[in-house]
């Protein structure tokens, strides 16, 4: 396979001198040729923060607000994870957030109706997930059915199969200590520190091994003024949040203390690692961005086109799946909406917001969780200005047309430059 079909994205290309100012300039280069990657969602959430921080900055850029973001956000982001694995083939799955609320109905009626050991409940949760996606992608990959007809009859049916799982009582409740915890317990603030390093040291380890591999190769590559200036970026935004985690949020402490950093972002960290390590440094990630690019080029380099969408489906709906846990632990329960109303589209605004692309063949896995928390800053600061929930809806709109519109514009703009 060639190089063009390998990755989504080029590689930093490296300074005949290694400075900063080389590095800045070749990226400022890519940018014009449309390389944009995650910077319109970067710089749509701090223009956010920075506006809702002025109006209303008692009440939003709070530690307790700080971690209620996280947890807003966190169902958003991981349904949004699991679609941008079909946004990367140029597919779609309208079905996502009912997958979640089935999935999690599952979890909820063997777990408290059935007494069922919380690892059995887990197990079928995931299960059920699995076998949404692979129904999906079996109709979508092998009959030839557009995914847009195949998952809005699923987002139709999946309702009927919620409301037949939970049955008349309308809502389930789950009271499983560790079920709830992932969603409302939090780390000390020791565990988060420690967290915080593993992290960054994780990063700067892995990212500079890689470097010198590239190097030893002879391979086109960023330079270690750069790499410095990442490592040190990264560590002072996740000392800072940790930090701000880290400080004491209740509104009764005397009572009841909460700090640290939620359980949920070990979650979303493990997933980001993991898919992100699963799309850009193995064969079938390779091939996905191949098949997203340009399926008939990747059918004819050998690349079982219908497999790899098969599989894409069966990640998306297995995240929803996970969704659906963090779902029944945040509210304490499972009803016939839950994953319904504006969830799904929430997460693709999400994963598009990032920088994923809807034509296919372009994203990463960190665009849901860029985009998610634009999306949860959104939800959370727009009711502090106003009463009127109409402007939350309109806003967002607006903001997912734009970046609908960047994504459309910088890829012409790719193609006129030839970096598509």
Known sequence: MSATTSAPESVPVDEVDGSLGAGFHDYTARVRG????????????????????????SVFFTTFNFANLITQSATIIVISM???????????????????????????VSLTLHGWPVWASLLACIVTGVVIGVFIGVIVARLGIPSFVVTLAMFLGLQGLMLLIIGDGGTIGVADPFILSIMNGNMSPVNGWILCLVVVLAYVGSTYFALMRRKRAGLITQSISVWGVKGIALAVLLGGATFLLNQERSRNPELTSIKGIPYVVIVILVLLVVLTFLLQRTAFGRHVYAVGGNAEAARRAGISVANIRIACFIFCSTLAAVAGILFASKDNSISPSTGGSTTLLYAVGAAVIG??????????IRDAILGGLVVAVIQNGLPLITDKSGIQFVVTGIVLLVAASVDALSRKRAQSSGRA
Do not use: M, N, Q, W
Not at 355 to 364: A, E, I, N, V, W
């Open 355 to 364: 920088g994923t692309s809807l034509f296919g063949g372009r994203g990463k």
């Open 82 to 108: 699991g679609l941008v694995f079909v946004l990367l083939l140029g597919e779609i799955d309208l079905s996502a957030g009912y997958a979640a609320g089935t999935a999690g109905a599952v979890l909820a």
């Open 34 to 57: 449309g390389e944009l990657g995650a910077l319109p969602a970067v710089l749509a959430l701090l223009t956010l923060v920075l506006i809702f921080t002025v109006l209303k900055g």
